[in-house]
């Protein structure tokens, strides 16, 4: 998953079901919603559904996260915090009815540590 959040697949959901996740877009939300976080666009499609899925990652504490895993705010890095958490909505079910996330501190925190380099090449 590290190398790709632009497509990938996700599932089961609770129902079964694999869906298509693709990237659009990643901007700050200052610009369209006077917030201070980065906003992650995803659409999602299964058969016929298509939606759309908004993570956002508030600023302060992306900045948090990242010095406390010792890795820069990139943008591939932000997105693929996203995508992590867009999979596990698909496959639990959890907040897949919202259009718009926004993640908390350690849900950001538990996926900046499993993309911690160390961390891909132990395995983890």
Known sequence: ????????????????????????????????????????????TCGEIHEEKIIALPHPMLLKASHATEQPVTDPW???????????????????????VTLDYDTILGYAETLRPEAATHGH
């Open 1 to 44: 998953m590290s190398e790709y959040y632009r497509t990938f697949e996700a599932g089961p959901d609770p129902f079964g079901a694999t869906w298509k996740a693709e990237f659009r877009w990643a901007q700050n939300a200052i610009s369209i919603r006077h917030a201070d976080t980065i906003d992650v666009k995803f659409e999602i």
């Open 78 to 100: 932000v997105n693929r915090i996203a995508a992590l958490h867009l999979k596990k909505m698909i496959i639990t079910g959890d907040d897949v009815e919202k259009t718009l």
